[in-house]
């Protein structure tokens, strides 16, 4: 009886182990089955895209598309070519020094020659982002220079999965076919370094006159910088901060590297640089590199290189040219006043659209003093865009109106006094704050249109705390289109006395507010997008918000163009004076005259901005704003009112 139950359990383990080795041997078959099956789906798929891969004499022979042209409101005026005219130069790798090489390796791929074309990691994050994007703009990519070169060369815009897959295929035939040093030159003949000019040979000579074998450490960093954004870091533009921001950031990097020495990051950083003067064909520069910011942010680099788009914008180049002759003209005159620079912004209140913004003066002269950094110590910096520069500058009393508004928002009105005496305002600052009027004179009870329109600091100053409140004024001017006031506990009452810094830019929008009767209407620059074959992008329009009672907007405008309440401060006839029309303006003028303001607005027509100062924020000669800019102001108001049709 036992020795038969111990055969039957014999016999159940062998059946068991039979059974358990016949479940692993179906395994082994299915398992090789799928993997024979995914064997060949992949070597399909690795055959079929392999075989579009150039011959490595075709790599220098691909055909770019068309540019991206931006053309004024007519489509008649191209302002500017973006990508137009490539700039070729092959260079190969043993022309190419030592040091550049490293400053591309080092920021576009530290490991290029111990992988095998692609950063797993890399491709894996791609695959799982864009597999959760629904917006095929925001889709991502790998980033080694194998993949970067077939992805830029060899493959179409489309953002898709398929397409990555088709890039890892290429890529790793791409590997197969050509030897690292092959790779990297290509690469670095092909790669974008500006809005027209391909590959490090030509970049060198663009930039800085000179062939890539001549460059220094410091010039090289600046082209391995270029590399992620050309356009948006381009030294003729206004991010050339950036630009030397991102060079500085590559020498560190090459030092953690191990590839430079402490000392030459140190000198390379300190390396003055002389950049090329470019003879780009441009019209109204400052405004079409404004565009061309906004076309990368909203199309991106790529994008733009490769689609051939027609760009309309709002500039009236009619406006635009007397602007610029105006700016340059007197801007020049104003030199013997120690102002060394003006810009100018034009819009129209009702739309919004920017008819004519010039930056500097003259956006082809030479910066100076000579040997100055721009951003940092140049009286003049020509390429700088004043109108848009993120800093902004302090606008004097021309804050004063947002003020005024919102106390008249309140419920206050024009005919409300105030006493214009001595004052101490208390502590600000770690100081008491006992400002004076500008001429140093008490006029004791004044009304509120008296104040603004005499443009009074020490009853401005009581507008504020008593009857508009500080953070609500502050709030104001944000709702009208204030971008930099990002931070209202850093202010105290001197911001009514413009001690906050603003961009010319949004304070001319925002005074379109009192044009309009209290709608907000945002600065437009793009009216239309047209790829190369004719369909619409992008067609833009603004919507106006009402942020500000309408009665409250004319009381102000009645105030700036009350002629008789200015007169005791700026005589009967000044150039804020129009007697046919109605204009509207307010000037300013910053502590130790170092900028001077004059901003104003017809109703519904036109507002207009003017800036005059020093781009490194030294004082002018004691001249306040009326008499630097207003000049400039006057002249343009004139002529595009009398070209403008209500």
């Given at each position: 009886m036992v020795r038969g139950m111990a055969k039957t359990r014999h016999?159940?383990?062998?059946?068991?182990?039979?059974?358990?080795?016949?479940?692993?041997?179906?395994?082994?078959?299915?398992?090789?089955?799928?993997?024979?099956?995914?064997?060949?789906?992949?070597?399909?798929?690795?055959?079929?895209?392999?075989?579009?891969?150039?011959?490595?004499?075709?790599?220098?022979?691909?055909?770019?598309?068309?540019?991206t042209r931006i053309y004024d409101r007519t489509g008649e005026v191209l302002l500017y070519e973006l990508f137009g005219e490539e700039k070729r130069e092959f260079t190969p790798l043993s022309q190419i020094p030592q040091h550049l090489k490293e400053a591309v390796l080092t920021t576009e791929d530290r490991y290029f020659y111990s992988h095998f074309g692609l950063d797993w990691r890399g491709v894996g994050r791609s695959l799982l982002k864009n597999l959760r994007l629904r917006d095929p703009a925001q889709f991502v990519g790998g980033s080694t220079i194998s993949q970067q070169l077939v992805r830029s060369i060899l493959l179409s815009r489309e953002k898709t999965v398929p397409r990555k897959i088709k890039e890892v295929i290429l890529t790793l035939e791409l590997e197969r076919r050509y030897s690292k040093d092959e790779i990297l030159e290509f690469y670095l003949n092909q790669i974008p370094l500006g809005s027209t000019v391909y590959g490090v040979g030509a970049a060198s000579r663009f930039y800085f006159g000179k062939s890539a074998a001549e460059l220094s450490l410091a010039e090289s960093a600046v082209i391995a910088a270029l590399i992620q954004?050309?356009?948006?870091?381009?030294?003729?533009?206004?991010?050339?901060?950036?630009?030397?921001?991102?060079?500085?950031?590559?020498?560190?990097?090459?030092?953690?590297?191990?590839?430079?020495?402490?000392?030459?990051?140190?000198?390379?950083?300190?390396?003055?640089?002389?950049?090329?003067?470019?003879?780009?064909?441009?019209?109204?520069?400052?405004?079409?590199?404004?565009?061309?910011?906004?076309?990368?942010?909203?199309?991106?680099?790529?994008?733009?290189?490769?689609?051939?788009?027609?760009?309309?914008?709002?500039?009236?180049?009619?406006?635009?040219?007397?602007?610029?002759?105006?700016?340059?003209?007197?801007?020049?005159?104003?030199i013997a006043y120690d102002a060394n620079n003006a810009a100018l912004v034009a819009l129209d209140p009702a739309t919004g659209e920017i008819l004519a913004m010039v930056g500097s003066k003259n956006w082809f002269g030479e910066s100076y003093p000579k040997g100055c950094a721009s951003g940092q110590n140049c009286l003049f910096d020509p390429k700088l865009n004043v109108a848009t520069y993120r800093i902004g500058r302090q606008p004097g009393s021309a804050f004063k109106p947002f003020a005024y508004v919102t106390a008249f928002s309140k419920g206050h009105n024009d005919m409300a006094t105030v006493v214009d005496e001595e004052t101490n305002f208390g502590i600000w600052g770690d100081k008491e704050y006992i400002p004076a009027n500008y001429d140093n004179k008490f006029r004791g009870t004044v009304t509120l249109r008296q104040s603004l329109a005499q443009s009074l600091n020490i009853p401005s100053i009581k507008v504020l705390l008593n009857l508009a409140g500080l953070q609500e004024s502050i709030a104001t001017a944000h709702d009208m289109g204030i971008t930099t006031l990002q931070d209202p506990s850093k202010y105290g009452p001197s911001i009514v006395l413009g001690g906050g810094e603003v961009k010319l830019l949004d304070i001319t929008s925002a005074y379109g507010v009192f044009a309009t009767g209290g709608k907000r209407i945002p600065p437009l620059s793009i009216m239309r997008v047209v790829d190369e074959n004719g369909a619409t992008l992008q067609e833009n329009s603004n919507t106006s918000i009402a942020v500000l009672p309408k009665e409250a907007t004319d009381i102000i405008t009645s105030i700036l163009s009350d002629n008789e309440a200015r007169t005791p401060i700026f005589g009967a006839n000044s150039l804020l004076y129009f007697p046919d029309k109605q204009v509207a303006v307010k000037t300013g003028t910053t502590q130790d005259f170092r900028d001077g303001w004059v901003v104003g607005y017809s109703p519904n027509i036109l507002v207009t901005g003017v800036w005059v100062g020093n781009n490194d924020n030294s004082p002018m000669n004691k001249e306040p704003g009326i008499v630097v800019a207003g000049p400039i102001w006057r002249a343009f108001m004139d002529y595009a009112l009398s070209t403008i049709t209500p």
């Open positions: 016999v159940k383990r062998v059946l068991s182990r039979n059974s358990a080795l016949t479940r692993t041997r179906k395994l082994l078959h299915v398992g090789f089955f799928l993997f024979l099956v995914l064997f060949i789906a992949a070597s399909s798929l690795f055959l079929y895209y392999a075989k579009d891969l150039p011959r490595p004499e075709r790599l220098n022979e691909i055909a770019f598309a068309q540019p954004a050309p356009s948006r870091y381009s030294p003729y533009g206004s991010h050339k901060e950036d630009l030397l921001a991102r060079k500085n950031y590559v020498l560190g990097s090459m030092e953690l590297l191990d590839y430079i020495t402490k000392e030459q990051a140190r000198d390379a950083k300190n390396q003055e640089l002389a950049f090329r003067d470019p003879g780009l064909s441009i019209q109204a520069p400052h405004f079409a590199l404004y565009v061309v910011d906004q076309l990368l942010e909203t199309y991106g680099e790529e994008f733009l290189r490769e689609s051939g788009l027609k760009v309309y914008t709002t500039l009236d180049w009619k406006l635009q040219e007397k602007a610029e002759e105006i700016v340059r003209a007197v801007g020049e005159r104003n």
